[in-house]
């Protein structure tokens, strides 16, 4: 308890200008006591015109009160000293670089902890007291401690801006509104306040409905996630059994045939070796009779002789000799080819299956489709680079600038024959499938079939085979003169509107979205097709015009 009396008479020894021990107490008429120069320093920084103010009430003096030592303040100072406390030190940190420091300090000014927006000052706890005690003080408007309270000050006419102006938008001074601003609608800030501040509470309700709402998209993207992850493992492990059913059979026939050839090849050897037996069992037997007709040969008993020699003289005919006259054959070497012809056939039929599978994987899409673009700046967010491949060019079409660009010749060109080559028509196909969103451009001159096919289109045969349009493999734009003209499996769509030597088409594959569009300073719509594409889609063109024509894919940026 004595401890806490000491500290409390330590408190009220405390000069609230410098916040430690009274040095030389003096204490002023209003009672209120302060460090001698503290409060020397206070007043003569001050305007000498005005009257003197005790810091803490605010209570003026006139003349500038006389200061004189206060002994028993002194005293008790010197009392405490003795007892071993140290000076008190401020509660409070010193205001460091970026802080905001109290306004009324001297010397090393502590940190501020609130600012007054009718004072344009900041406090430290200790000054700020007079707010919470002196009655004028405690109208004003505390905040927390900032240093942009110049902010709040006019910059023309050097006043409080209390006024807003909602011509403008923006906070004006009494001064001003009188001025510059006297025919705007102006409020006082603290009505434009209170309207904002009903306007940000609708705002945070949106917000937060906004937060929630897209929590729930969030988290229904993650259940996506997990469905997609589970969709896809399944997906594998379901491949991978099927795979390995098939490695399992090819296995299977594999062993079937190596038994069946190994069979046979036991067969036919024990087949050739049995063969071989009896020829040389007959071997056997002719060197005998060759052995008696040699003994015979010289025999002086001429009876003995013909006797004998009809017997061993006769031979009979052997039912191997063709053996010697057979050439080689082939054995196994049949199995070889056959075993072969059976690969060629799988690999044929998966190369050909193969593309649609990689298609239906890359159908696959969970997020809704978006709308198709608007602005050209919107198309050229999908602008795709794409080549013509020289294996589908018909023969008197010439491709050009990295095989981007194709004309009509009037001489074939020299191109290696492929299976991939048009025929019949003057087309040419481009290398790459399509089967997202993409966009691409095209210059054209003469008469030009600005195309789209499957793969699989005809490259042999009738304009109704292999002709861009004319089937349902295929979509076109017929661009001619200063008209043009759309055409699906022989059905054609006269196109009028506004024409242009360069075309845009955007394909949405997923979403069965083909349209052409005329491009000028402004993107026009000729034509849009709404479908579902089966297969990846190759950009193309047709150069039917004997005049000759060209095509080219245009860079874009």
Known sequence: MAQQVIQLDREKLSCSICLDLL????????????????????????????????PQCRQSFTP???????????????????????PASPCHSYAGPGDVACDFCTGRRLKAFKSCLVCLASYCEQHLQPHYDVAPLKKHTLIEATS?????????????????????????????????????????????????????????????????????????LEEEVEAINFSADKAVSDCEKIFTGLIHLIEQRRFEVKQQIRSQQKTEVSRVKEREEKLEQEIIELRRKDSALAKLTHTEDHLHFLKNYPSLSHLSESTDLSISNQKSKPYFEDVTAAVSKTRDKLQAVLSEEWERVSWTVAQVEVLPLQGEPKTRAEFLRYSYQITLDPNTAHTFVSLCDRNRKATLMDVEQLYLS????????????????????????????????????????????????????????????????????????????????PWCSRVGVYLDHRAGILSFYSVSETMTLLHRVQTTFTQPLYPGFWLPSADGGTAELCELK
Not at 65 to 72: D, F, G, S
Not at 439 to 466: F, L, P, Q, T
Request: hydrophobic share 30%; net charge neutral; glycine share 6%.
């Open 64 to 86: 500038r009160p006389a200061l004189v030592k206060n002994t028993m303040f002194a005293n008790l100072v010197e009392e405490l000293k003795k007892v071993g406390l140290q």
């Open 418 to 497: 492929h299976p991939d080559r048009f025929r019949e028509k003057w087309q040419v196909l481009s290398t790459e499938g399509l089967t997202g969103r993409c966009y691409w451009e095209v210059e054209w001159s003469e008469m030009v079939y600005i195309a789209v096919a499957y793969k699989d289109i005809g490259r042999v045969g009738n304009i109704m085979e292999c002709g861009f349009g004319f089937n349902d493999k295929s979509w076109s734009l017929k661009c001619y003169g200063s008209s043009c003209e759309f055409r699906h499996d022989n059905k054609s769509t006269p196109i009028s509107g």
């Open 148 to 220: 942009a309270l110049q902010e709040n000050i006019c910059s023309h006419h050097d006043e409080v801006m209390k006024i807003f102006c909602r011509t403008d938008q923006r906070c004006i001074c009494y001064l001003c509104s009188m001025d510059e601003h006297k025919d705007h609608d102006t409020v006082s800030v603290v009505a434009e306040r209170a309207e904002k501040q009903m306007e940000l509470g609708v705002s945070r309700q949106k917000i937060q409905q906004r937060i929630q709402d897209i929590k729930k998209d969030v988290n229904m």
């Open 23 to 54: 040095k030389e107490p003096v204490t002023i008429p209003c009672g209120h006591s302060y460090c001698m120069g503290c409060i020397k320093n206070y007043w003569d920084n001050g305007d000498q015109t005005k009257t003197h103010s005790c």
